[in-house]
Nanobody, 122 residues
Framework: QVQLVESGGGLVQAGGSLRLSCAAS????????MGWFRQAPGKEREFVAA????????SYTDSVKGRFTISRDNAKNTVYLQMNSLKPEDTAVYYC???????????????WGQGTQVTVSS
């Protein structure tokens, strides 16, 4: 089992920045690729970004490319999502997830955190 706990969400004005963190415990963190997903009210959970086990490879959904950066620190068992130039449409609950391989589908991930709310005001 892998336990994931997100933090860093909050309320920010459009154009602002937030950094989300996801702390992992329970298994060897570096054995897992990590992903960030988000779910807005009334919408399905969607892929945001993912990072390989070593951190050498990343993937992003088109709407966040150039604004969001995913990174990880395997020594701290933590994955991050730096979010810049935030827009109201980025408002959602953000979840981190763990899987053996980088993937973009929610069904590919075995472990999930409880989520952290990000609200961007216009």
């Amino acid at each position: 089992q892998v336990q994931l706990v997100e933090s860093g969400g909050g309320l920010v004005q459009a154009g602002g920045s937030l950094r989300l963190s996801c702390a992992a415990s329970g298994r060897t963190f570096s054995n897992y690729a990590m992903g960030w997903f988000r779910q807005a009210p009334g919408k399905e959970r969607e892929f945001v970004a993912a990072i390989t086990r070593s951190g050498g490879g990343t993937s992003y959904t088109d709407s966040v490319k150039g604004r969001f950066t995913i990174s990880r620190d395997n020594a701290k068992n933590t994955v991050y999502l730096q979010m810049n130039s935030l827009k109201p449409e980025d408002t959602a609950v953000y979840y981190c997830a763990a899987n053996f391989m980088v993937a973009v589908k929610t069904t590919d991930y075995n472990y999930w955190g409880q989520g952290t709310q990000v609200t961007v005001s216009s």
